[in-house]
């Protein structure tokens, strides 16, 4: 099944490429429209005796406390190691991120990630908490009920987790304070960013857009396609730059097998081609096993009976099968061949990589 899935990927891949046709708006982005991201410092309460012990998060509690208007008279009539002793809270990093249109009073999810010795954040609730942008602006404000998304139990020494529960989302739990809108168009331009630059891609896009409005695209660069508004005044510069997202290119990528070495999966693009090459697959197998004997002394020798192992170690190695790949191979066609000789999904990612350095796979190689 594992191997299957393997080959299953590399077809896949390969035959969707070939006659994949995609529009301008999914492989590029408009320059201008970027996201900003936010981050803020805060305080998740109602924990279940998960949260942390440390004096440094118990006095960012008190802290809050005394933000809120708590009289300061309350904490100084106590001992300084009575102040507060919870276990309910946890001091945690607060992220998000606003896109470039999002207007004032619109919600965004944020995520909450322990800094602290908490156990769990599962039941918890943040804290007002500002979210401030790279320039030190607050851009946004967060509090809600997290969720975590798992849970953790311990019981007697022992227990069972699932997920991370130490990092929690709180859905829509932040709203947008101040905009930082993009600009699209200046001057009457705009550029199409290409999220993964080619050369030959930024020329047929900018042919595809010049064949319905003449004279509006340039290929500056392997990365951008300079846009220019038509002398059709019926659209506005937004318009134009939406129906030219719609407009459907053939993307030229570079030849490229992806490799996830942890889930043995291998991807591989159209443009994979492998010089005629032959492969040859062994296995060596080594195995020790240990018999214990049982000693008997002779009667009335005063001696006891006593275990002693033998070990035996015993080696054998698989026959190798040589595997002639003609010119016209594709990585598909290595990866059933291979199959077919019993090669595991890690032993198939080591024959790509020596081919790769013996010069018959003519792609770039990429480890995840």
């Known amino acids: 099944m594992y191997r299957l899935l393997i080959a299953a990927a590399v077809a896949l891949a390969a035959a969707s490429q070939a006659t994949a046709q995609v529009r301008i708006k999914d492989i590029t982005d408009v320059s201008g429209a970027r996201a900003n991201q936010l981050y803020g410092f805060g305080l998740v309460v109602g924990l ?25 008279q309350i904490f100084s009539q106590l001992p300084a190691e009575s102040v507060i002793r919870s276990t309910s809270i946890s001091a945690v990093l607060v992220t998000a991120e606003i896109g470039p249109f999002a207007r004032k009073g619109s919600r965004v999810d944020v995520t909450v990630s322990a800094i602290d010795d908490a156990r769990s954040l599962q039941g918890g609730t943040l804290i007002f908490t500002p979210l401030r942008g790279a320039d030190g602006n607050v851009y946004a404000l967060a509090q809600g009920p997290l969720s975590v998304g798992g849970f953790s139990v311990t019981v007697g020494g022992g227990g069972v987790q699932k997920n991370h529960v130490n990092v929690g989302r709180v859905p829509s739990g932040g709203i947008i304070e101040k905009e930082a809108p993009g600009e699209l168009v200046r001057d ?29 695209a340039v290929a500056t660069d392997p990365g951008a396609v300079a846009l220019c508004q ?139």
């Open 48 to 72: 279940d005796g998960t949260g942390s012990r440390s004096t440094f998060t118990q006095q960012v509690a008190v802290d809050l406390l005394q933000r809120m208007g708590t009289s300061t």
């Open 188 to 216: 009457g331009k705009a550029t199409l960013l290409l999220k993964d630059p080619d050369p030959n891609t930024a020329r047929v896009i900018a042919k595809t857009i010049n064949d319905r409005y003449p004279g509006t």
């Open 230 to 368: 038509p002398t059709d005044l019926s659209k506005t510069a937004t318009q134009f730059i939406a129906e030219v997202g719609l407009f459907e290119v053939r993307p030229d990528t570079t030849a490229r097998v992806v490799i996830n070495e942890r889930t043995g999966t291998v991807v591989a693009g159209e443009n994979v081609t492998i010089s005629p090459t032959a492969i040859a697959h062994g296995n060596l197998y080594i195995g020790v096993s240990i018999t214990p004997l049982i000693s008997q002394p002779p009667p009335f020798s005063g001696g006891g009976t006593v275990v002693v192992p033998r070990t035996q170690v015993t080696g054998s190695e698989q026959q190798a099968r040589l595997l002639p790949l003609p010119k016209s191979t594709t990585v598909a066609d290595v990866a059933r061949s291979m199959n077919a000789l019993g090669v595991t999904p890690r032993d198939l990612i080591a024959v790509f990589q020596m081919m790769k350095r013996a010069g018959a796979l003519h792609a770039e190689v990429v480890i995840e």
